[in-house]
């Protein structure tokens, strides 16, 4: 008999009370593309029973006598509305393979009631029928260090005071090009010197770095970077640098498990937590300038911080994980207890990581082992999510988590729930293939769920301006325009929740890299610039034309669009200037030599978290973020949540103050008002633009996203003029002492 459904129990573990109004769904594990098909969902009764029904055409539509491999997976939280999937992944069951059962029975399944709902992250996944907070830590003092100008002399401040030892992990670290981390107090950024330009200097990191280590008073440090064959880097560069000097030099290399998370642990006890890597573009303050000698001429805004307490012991600790994860021995002082913090700026905390499984096994005694990955950043965020209850503020590079936005959606649609202000800050485009249409279609669903549901949401991005230099004497000022990259991974609830560290919004970052996406995007890019199709209209014929194809095709031969693509990838491979394509993707995700490999991974079977049945993982970067709480789940109230966003939004804004009703969460069920004063700060800023007035030393710098994926596409949306658009900023040379305005070669898509 073929098989046509599954049935089973979820139950609490400790009690058997059944568990009613959870989402399950039954999966095939399609041993062709390797990937899942949903045979089915329904919800879990007042007993807890389940019973999903299917055909047996849904897993048998490429082989008609195929047996389905089955696993079953719960997902919370809780909707009374029937027609809503669940959102967070609570258990995923062993696989079945070559299911011949009419109905598979999977049993008893038990879960812990913490696992289902509150805010603590508890690696409910791994660990169903427990429900210990991970990695939670009081006592710590925090100290939000916003834009580059404020994280990179805290950084270098930090290693100069170094008494026992230094532990530093980034993605890179650009050295041997004068990466000045800390500038004189006499140097003016606006108006730098045309002579012996580097007496402005106070300090390099790489200097500091080897002070320490060096006789008579060696302190032990230690620095990893990440490797990328095929693609620039900073791995050898460092290695050659620090040769001979004391310093500990190490390479990350596990194919496509990226080392993304960049922290600095100083004698153990303190860390900063970084957004930036270690370059000197990242170098950029508030304001933006596009002529600030010490950015390099690029414009990034991003969000780093500084925690001392007992959580720095994890943050050590995953240095330590991340390290020997090589191969490459490692000598570091392990501090004793770390007492608590007292006093102002002090939280109770949460470090949460992503992290791939395989990838770090315990080699001696004392050592982590995790066998199946981490995706406590992604558990994260779909709580604090799903807990909302006045308002969302999301910072990030990418926003492309099919997850995140599910949470966002599910929680817009639980009418049982307050209505909230959702406010997104984002890039306009991205620099992955595939990624700028994803963000696209993942804003606009959001904005048709907020408005179908009576919330508040918004996006923006964020934009510099500064008058022309050249412009003949007498004549109307001209003002350059500039996007600034978004850099941040930010995110703050209802001023209970806070969360910063290295984790983007995309699934790289919170559960499995979304090769196929980046390959589509690669292929797509290659082919409409082999076909010269750039102008937008031409763009929209064609992909028109194979919309109807695809949708012809499934009418006459009943297949599934998602085989005939998946067809047509494969077939791709046998076009002659297929290396190019491959260029493409080498560029853009480092080391894919291993063509095999690459075609493997593309399809691998994911999951929406770390799960311990299944036998292979999919890669994931490495991340670190830290969760703040804020008298909530138990834990002490704080005040270092509310100034976070007060400093962030006066930034973006251009307030020097917030008002009064943005200063105060108020108690329900008075009503907020505050993506009104977004929307109307933006509208200000757009007025400044169109009518050429000059910008205040701290003017709005956000303008309304529109969903167009190019510079000039995006500012003729809102009818402004391109121009005086530029996407690099002035670059001070400090080998010549001089600006250097850069040819435009326009790395933002024009």
Not at 442 to 459: I, P, R, T
């Amino acid at each position: 008999m073929a098989n046509t459904g599954v049935k089973g129990r979820v139950v609490f573990a400790g009690t058997g009370e059944g568990i009613p109004d959870l989402t399950v769904t039954a999966v095939d594990f399609d041993p062709f593309f390797n990937e899942d098909d949903v045979l089915g969902k329904v919800k879990t009764d007042a007993q807890g029973r389940f019973q999903i029904s299917y055909s047996a055409s849904a897993y048998s539509s490429w082989k008609i006598d195929r047996k389905p491999d089955i696993v079953v997976r719960i997902y919370a939280p809780r909707y009374t509305d029937p027609k809503l999937f669940g959102t967070r992944l609570l258990h995923e069951t062993k696989e079945v393979e070559e299911v011949t059962d009419t109905v598979l029975e999977v049993g008893e399944i038990k879960i812990h009631p913490d696992n289902i709902d509150g805010w603590l992250v508890t690696h409910a996944t791994l660990h169903p029928e427990v429900a210990t907070p991970v990695a939670l830590f009081n006592g710590n003092e925090i100290e939000h260090l916003v834009d580059g100008d404020t994280m990179f002399p805290a950084i270098t401040d930090a290693v100069t005071g170094a008494k026992t030892s230094v532990n530093l992990m980034t993605l890179l670290f650009e050295v041997k090009s004068n990466f000045i981390t800390k500038f004189k107090g006499s140097f003016d950024p606006l108006n730098p010197p045309s002579s012996n330009c580097l007496d402005a200097m106070e300090a390099t990191l790489e200097e500091e770095l080897i002070r320490k280590a060096i006789n008579p008073s060696a302190k032990l440090v230690n620095v990893m970077v990440h490797d990328k064959p095929l693609v620039d880097d900073t791995a050898t560069e460092v290695e050659e640098f620090f040769a001979n000097t004391g310093v500990n030099t190490n390479r990350f290399k596990k194919g496509f498990n990226i080392l993304h998370s960049k922290n600095l642990i100083i004698d153990g006890e303190t860390a900063i937590i970084m957004g930036s890597p270690l370059k000197q573009p990242y170098f950029s303050d508030d304001r933006h300038h596009i002529r600030d000698a010490r950015h390099k001429g690029g414009l990034h805004h991003d969000v780093s911080l500084k925690v001392t307490g007992p959580a720095v012991a994890h943050i050590n600790k995953t240095f330590e994980t991340v390290w020997k994860a090589t191969g490459k021995p490692l000598t570091m002082i392990t501090p004793g207890q770390i007492d608590e913090r007292q006093g102002d700026n002090v939280a109770s905390v949460q470090v949460v990581r992503t992290l791939a499984g395989g990838a770090f096994r315990a080699r001696g005694a004392g050592d982590e082992d995790i066998p199946h990955g981490e995706t406590g950043i992604l558990e994260a965020y779909e709580r604090a999510i799903n807990n909302a209850e006045r308002y969302i503020y999301i910072e990030n590079q990418y926003f492309t988590s099919h997850e995140i936005i599910n949470a966002l959606i599910a929680r817009m649609k639980d009418s049982s729930k307050p209505k909230l202000h959702i406010i997104l800050v984002l890039n306009f485009s991205c620099d992955f293939p595939g990624y700028a249409d994803r963000q696209v279609d993942n804003v606009n669903q959001l904005k048709s769920c907020a408005k179908d549901n009576g919330h508040q949401l918004a996006a923006f991005t964020i934009w510099t301006r500064a008058e022309k230099r050249g412009v003949p004497a007498g004549s109307q000022p001209e003002f350059e325009i500039m996007p600034v990259d978004v850099h941040t991974k930010v995110a703050i609830i209802d001023d209970k929740w806070a969360t910063v560290g290295s984790a983007n919004l995309d699934g790289t970052s919170m559960n499995y890299h979304e090769i196929a996406l980046i390959t589509i995007g690669a292929l797509t890019d290659r082919l409409l610039d082999k076909l010269g199709l750039g102008d937008d209209f031409l763009k929209f014929l064609w992909e028109a034309f194979w919309y109807l194809f695809f949708f012809a095709f499934k009418e006459r031969f009943g297949f599934e669009l998602k085989i005939l693509l998946k067809i047509l990838k494969f077939a791709y491979k046998l076009i002659t200037d297929f290396d190019a394509t491959l260029d493409k993707i080498r560029e853009t995700l480092g080391d894919v030599g291993d063509i095999p490999g690459l075609v493997r991974d593309a399809f691998i079977r994911t999951a929406a978290h770390a799960v311990p049945n299944r036998a292979r993982q999919p890669m994931r970067s490495v991340e670190l973020n830290l969760v703040i709480y804020n008298g909530i789940a138990g834990l002490p109230a704080t005040t270092v949540i509310k100034p976070l966003r007060e400093r962030l939004w006066k930034e973006h804004l251009g307030l020097a103050n917030l008002p009064a009703d943005m200063q105060e969460v108020p108690a329900l069920p008075t009503p907020l008002n505050w993506v009104d004063t977004w929307n109307s700060r933006a509208a200000a800023n757009l007025n400044e633009i169109k009518n050429e007035i000059a910008p205040a030393s701290h003017p709005p710098k956000i303008l309304t996203y529109t969903g167009d994926t190019k510079a000039k596409a995006y500012l003729r949306e809102l009818k402004v003029s391109t121009k005086n658009l530029r996407d690099k900023a002035v670059k001070y040379d400090f080998g010549k002492c001089r600006l250097e305005d850069q040819k435009r070669s326009f790395k933002w898509p024009v």
